[in-house]
């Protein structure tokens, strides 16, 4: 899911609203800028040395800023543990600030740590830290543990105002996605795209929306635009080229394929490809980009569980291909599939009606009930989009 495709790393330097009454040898201000300059050079060492020599000569209620600071800074340059060491410090000198637990939380969401994110946030917000971002924040992690609703909640408070509206939005567009409210969905990407035209994760997420809802034409132009402003946005490319093979502009689709198996080959890619061979009846391209596909899956330890149904339509479709190429028929998979149904064996159902979709993508009824299946199954995302 991509939950994370239209967000931007910077630098985040906390700076609370009093400053200190009491005289100290370093100016703090001037040092945290300056530090902030040199770290967007990537001069991390020199960044570091900016801030640890103030920490000689100023008073603790100045050093959670320099520390809080100090951790993103080595967060960037790749020393997670002094991070987070410094980032604890930043906590024990901010006793008495909620909000330094958001920003500790926030380090370990982008540690890849939502557990521990979870737990910060939750106290932030208990001991009254009330900022737009944290509202955000727990929205983001909300739908990670698949609470939709309470997501949508609170990222609506996060719609306020504050650093993080622009991701406000993005997860409110992608909630409503999950829902399968894509008429929604894509009224809150446009608003995202008003602060951030120039976002390729946005005008990639818009797309898909809008795919969903069956607007192929405007999509189009949001994938073009999207894979204009990164051309090595392989995700956006695989649907864009995807979407055009749906719509049957199959030589369009192939050429973004191929390209795309050149550079940066992906599961996607790679399945995509065999189930354009599929369709023209290639076997052997089929067979090939097939076997590439299942090798490429089995290395990526991200995947999906909801992948399970295409891999298994993969492994089907590879199956059929040599044992009897008269199976590749999609009358023919769709009465396996209502067989499979019969005896309750959905998973096998849901890969007849994909492997019925590789060789008659527009075919209505492996549409429906491959889509409804599927929601059943849990891919909400997947389900709703064939069933639109």
């Known amino acids: 899911m991509k939950l994370t495709m239209f967000l931007t790393a910077s630098l985040i330097i906390a700076v609370l609203a009093t400053a200190s009454a009491n005289a100290s040898l370093y100016d703090v201000e001037n040092a945290l800028k300056k530090a902030d300059q040199l770290t967007k050079a990537g001069r991390y060492e020199e960044a570091v040395e900016e801030l640890t020599v103030t920490l000689i000569d100023i008073p603790d209620s100045e050093k959670v800023r320099v520390y809080d600071a100090l951790s993103w800074i080595k967060l960037m340059s790749g020393d997670i543990?002094?991070?987070?060491?410094?980032?604890?410090t930043a906590v024990k000198y901010g006793d008495g600030d909620p909000c330094v637990y958001m920003r500790r939380a926030r380090m370990f969401n982008n540690l890849s740590e939502p557990g521990m994110a979870a737990m910060d946030v939750d106290r932030a917000m208990e001991t009254g830290c009330s900022e737009p971002e944290i509202y955000t924040l727990r929205g983001k992690l909300y739908l990670q543990e698949g609470d939709t609703l309470n997501a949508i909640r609170l990222l609506y408070k996060g719609l306020a105002g504050g650093a993080d509206k622009l991701d406000s939005l993005g997860y409110c567009g992608f909630a409503y996605t999950l829902l399968g409210y894509p008429a929604v969905a894509t009224a809150f990407y446009t608003e995202a795209l008003k602060l951030a035209p120039d976002n390729p994760g946005i005008h990639s997420e818009l797309a898909d929306s809008l795919v969903m809802s069956g607007r192929f034409k405007k999509a189009f132009k949001h994938y073009e635009r999207a894979v204009e402003l990164d051309a090595n946005k392989g995700?956006?490319?695989?649907?864009?080229?995807?979407?055009?093979?749906?719509?049957?502009?199959?030589?369009?689709?192939?050429?973004?394929?191929?390209?795309?198996?050149?550079?940066?080959?992906?599961?996607?890619?790679?399945?995509?490809?065999?189930?354009?061979?599929?369709?023209?009846?290639?076997w052997s391209s089929a067979f090939t980009y097939g076997k590439l596909c299942l090798s490429s899956f089995e290395a990526d330890n991200q995947t999906a569980r909801s992948e399970r149904f295409y891999v298994l339509a993969i492994a089907r479709a590879l199956e059929?291909?040599?044992?009897?190429?008269l199976l590749m028929h999609p009358r023919t998979q769709i009465d396996l599939a209502r067989q499979h149904i019969k005896y309750g064996e959905y998973s096998d159902a849901v890969a007849a009606f994909l492997v019925a979709l590789m060789m008659d993508p527009k075919n209505i009824e492996a549409n429906y009930e491959a889509g409804r299946l599927m929601s059943l199954m849990g891919d909400t995302l997947k389900g709703f989009s064939l069933l639109n």
Do not use: W
């Open 320 to 325: 059929t291909i040599q044992r009897d190429k």
């Open 81 to 88: 543990h002094a991070a987070l060491d410094d980032m604890d």
């Open 235 to 282: 995700f956006t490319a695989n649907n864009y080229a995807y979407t055009l093979f749906m719509q049957g502009k199959v030589d369009r689709a192939r050429g973004i394929f191929q390209k795309l198996n050149k550079t940066e080959p992906t599961p996607y890619s790679l399945c995509n490809m065999m189930e354009i061979g599929v369709f023209e009846h290639n």
